[in-house]
T-cell receptor
Framework: EDKVVQSPLSLVVHEGDTVTLNCSYEVTNFRSLLWYKQEKKAPTFLFMLTSSGIEKKSGRLSSILDKKELFSILNITATQTGDSAIYLCAVDNQAGTALIFGKGTTLSVSS | NAGVMQNPRHLVRRRGQEARLRCSPMKGHSHVYWYRQLPEEGLKFMVYLQKENIIDESGMPKERFSAEFPKEGPSILRIQQVVRGDSAAYFC?????????????FGPGTRLTVT
């Protein structure tokens, strides 16, 4: 059965800290891995990764994929209180039509 | 370009009533996906539709749940005879094509509470 596992499930840090969120997966026909940020409402798209070793960056956020070891990390540097959210990792497998989501990592950044 | 629209944002139903959730995809998107999110759980796929067609409903409960995406108008997720276990956030997402090459964009969700 295809699955996506995120760790840690929750994390509390102080403003300015750097955090690393993990996502490992087991899917039969991997096509892409996506990261979303969910605050109180809609998950908002962050990154889509399809190739190993190519880092994607957006401001203080960056992500990379390792297709050999079947995992991805999401890094957030110099965290701010506005980064507090649930970060969702999802995988698209070619066999299916839907995204397979992990349970998410709840990040709390205190000032 | 308006994003994915869902309404209502909050819906309260008594046990046994029907719930109808609506989703209008982003302009130019013809693929709609419905997901359910329970507390402490990730998003779980329910159904994938294109206009007038259900492509994959492998995540839908066999009874009481149905979905449609008519030629005109929004996609609708219908839950008949709701029970307390149906209380959850229901998210709709859309993409211009099948997921993979294109990310899915999510709506704000409908939070269903069954009393």
């Amino acid at each position: 059965e295809d699955k996506v596992v995120q760790s840690p499930l929750s994390l509390v840090v102080h403003e300015g800290d750097t955090v690393t969120l993990n996502c490992s997966y087991e899917v039969t026909n991997f096509r892409s891995l996506l990261w979303y940020k969910q605050e109180k409402k809609a998950p908002t798209f962050l990154f889509m990764l399809t190739s190993s070793g190519i880092e994607k960056k957006s401001g203080r956020l960056s992500s990379i994929l390792d297709k050999k070891e079947l995992f991805s990390i999401l890094n957030i540097t110099a965290t701010q209180t506005g980064d507090s959210a649930i970060y969702l990792c999802a995988v698209d497998n070619q066999a299916g039509t839907a995204l397979i989501f992990g349970k998410g990592t709840t990040l709390s950044v205190s000032s | 370009n308006a994003g994915v629209m869902q309404n209502p944002r909050h819906l309260v139903r008594r046990r046994g009533q029907e719930a109808r959730l609506r989703c209008s995809p982003m302009k130019g998107h013809s693929h709609v996906y419905w997901y359910r999110q329970l507390p402490e759980e990730g998003l779980k796929f329910m159904v994938y539709l294109q206009k007038e067609n259900i492509i994959d409903e492998s995540g839908m409960p066999k009874e009481r749940f149905s979905a449609e995406f008519p030629k005109e108008g929004p996609s609708i997720l219908r839950i008949q005879q709701v029970v307390r276990g149906d209380s959850a956030a229901y998210f709709c997402a859309s993409s211009p094509s099948r997921g993979g090459s294109y990310e899915q964009y999510f709506g704000p969700g409908t939070r269903l509470t069954v009393t």
